[in-house]
T-cell receptor
Framework: ETGVTQTPRHLVMGMTNKKSLKCEQHLGHNAMYWYKQSAKKPLELMFVYNFKEQTENNSVPSRFSPECPNSSHLFLHLHTLQPEDSALYLC??????????????FGPGTRLTVL | AQKITQTQPGMFVQEKEAVTLDCTYDTSDQSYGLFWYKQPSSGEMIFLIYQGSYDEQNATEGRYSLNFQKARKSANLVISASQLGDSAMYFCAMRGSYNTDKLIFGTGTRLQVFP
């Protein structure tokens, strides 16, 4: 595997289900990100992890729970979601330098549908 | 507040022609980075090109070049010799020096290349 991978690619779940999204990066980076992409809205940053520590939570509802066990893996645990949570969830990674040049590399995304 | 504006929801270009995708930005940071990403229908965000606010020359990467006009706060993407495979959504993004974790995205431009 190369780059950033995400599983599953598609997920349909009911509002009472619990599911998890997985992201793995093979780039040796130390920062990982979750984004939400809804139709006709800009990409929204959800969470940021730097060296396994959460450094950004962009006012995300508690029904989304991130987990970063190591620098290569990032999870997004989902429970009691709402239909408006249906979106493309993108994971990204970068090598943080503290500057403006860090390039984020994205995975293919998980297309989530909440019924 | 930082903001990215992409005013062209859709653009058409004939194969082998050049096309310019517009991007304007707003920031009070002195140091910032500007990025362009391509998102095909498969969903993955593909990094194309980067321009730093202190870079004196416009960035180029193969058929992609960035027309950076700092005084006008614009960072337009120029794609030369368009190919059918260039059909995708294109997003302009910015990172400021105040919060280097955050990448702010525009709403995107859908480019369609026709034969």
């Amino acid at each position: 595997e190369t780059g950033v991978t995400q599983t599953p690619r598609h997920l349909v779940m009911g509002m009472t289900n619990k599911k998890s999204l997985k992201c793995e990066q093979h780039l040796g980076h130390n920062a990982m990100y979750w984004y939400k992409q809804s139709a006709k809205k800009p990409l929204e940053l959800m969470f940021v992890y730097n060296f396994k520590e959460q450094t950004e939570n962009n006012s995300v509802p508690s029904r989304f729970s991130p987990e970063c066990p190591n620098s290569s893996h990032l999870f997004l645990h989902l429970h009691t979601l709402q239909p408006e949570d249906s979106a493309l969830y993108l994971c990204a990674s970068s090598q943080p330098s503290g500057g403006v040049t860090d390039t984020q590399y994205f995975g293919p995304g998980t297309r989530l549908t909440v019924l | 507040a930082q903001k990215i504006t992409q005013t062209q929801p859709g653009m058409f270009v004939q194969e082998k022609e050049a096309v310019t995708l517009d991007c304007t930005y707003d920031t009070s940071d002195q140091s910032y980075g500007l990025f362009w990403y391509k998102q095909p229908s498969s969903g993955e965000m593909i990094f194309l090109i980067y321009q730093g606010s202190y870079d004196e020359q416009n960035a180029t990467e193969g058929r992609y070049s960035l027309n950076f006009q700092k005084a006008r706060k614009s960072a337009n993407l120029v794609i030369s010799a368009s190919q059918l495979g260039d059909s995708a959504m294109y997003f302009c993004a910015m990172r400021g020096s105040y919060n280097t974790d955050k990448l702010i995205f525009g709403t995107g431009t859908r480019l369609q290349v026709f034969p």
